[in-house]
């Protein structure tokens, strides 16, 4: 079964508002999850680290005054998109490493939300 | 440069023949994972194999295996016996560094289409 969680799966918003997602492990903690963004037909492209109890980890060209993450606990991760932008329209993913798999830290995905910004 | 390069946008495979989806990687880590993912189309990603920079045998499991050819950088995924459920994007991912640095570094995917 799955094991990690995302919510929600789909939404539409008006432009100028803001989103929030959220990611949980749900039967193993993550100190560390993984923020990705996949346009249409493309493939993903990491957008931050989130670390629980410290700041998230941003890759180049992310704005993380426009893209918050807070990693809540060990099994809440959340981004919230602000003031959004139809050009923020994309399918938000995240994945946590979990021990125990065929890695050391394999990773495991959530379902993804799908984000219409109109 | 690239670091995953995955070079079939798109293959039409018979159901119940076997595929080969390519793969190359460029690192000058000597540590590093390879993971292939699964993404059909309501969005998940789903995790299929993985195999270690260290592994000495190829990584199998069930119909999927893993042709690591650590000289030519290359790790392919070879589904046997394809299923019509087997249509979906395949992701070649990979991890540089050892443990406790995770960040994947994805391909460009690899849409498989099943023809009955």
């Known amino acids: 079964g799955a094991v990690v969680s995302q919510h929600p799966s789909r939404v539409i918003c008006k432009s100028g508002t803001s989103v929030k997602i959220e990611c949980r492990s749900l039967?193993?903690?993550?100190?560390?999850m993984f923020w990705y963004r996949q346009f249409p037909k493309q493939s993903l492209m990491l957008m931050a680290t989130?670390?629980?109890?410290?700041?998230?980890?941003?890759e180049q060209g992310v704005e993380k005054d426009k893209f918050l993450i807070n990693h809540a606990s060990l099994t809440l991760s959340t981004l919230t998109v602000t003031s959004a932008h139809p050009e923020d329209s994309s399918f938000y993913i995240c994945?946590?490493?979990?021990?125990?798999?065929?890695?050391?830290?394999?990773?495991?995905f959530g379902p993804g939300t799908r984000l219409t910004v109109l | 440069a690239q670091k995953i390069t995955q070079t079939q946008p798109g293959m039409f495979v018979q159901e119940k023949e076997a595929v080969t989806l390519d793969c190359t990687y460029d690192?000058?880590?000597?540590?590093?994972?390879l993971f292939w993912y699964k993404q059909p189309s309501s969005g998940e990603m789903i995790f299929l194999i993985y195999?270690?920079?260290?592994?000495?045998q190829n990584a199998t499991e069930g119909r999927y295996s893993l042709n690591f050819q650590k000289a030519r950088k290359s790790a392919n995924l070879v589904i046997s016996a394809s299923q019509l459920g087997d249509s979906a994007m395949y992701f070649c991912?990979?991890?540089?560094?050892?443990?406790?640095?995770?960040?994947?570094?994805f391909g460009t995917g690899t849409r498989l289409t099943i023809i009955p």
């Open positions: 994945s946590a490493p979990r021990a125990g798999g065929p890695s050391t830290d394999t990773q495991y």
């Open positions: 039967d193993f903690q993550a100190t560390t």
């Open positions: 989130s670390n629980e109890g410290s700041k998230a980890t941003y």
């Open positions: 690192t000058s880590d000597p540590s590093y994972g």
């Open positions: 195999q270690g920079s260290y592994d000495q």
């Open positions: 991912a990979m991890r540089e560094g050892t443990f406790g640095n995770e960040k994947l570094t």
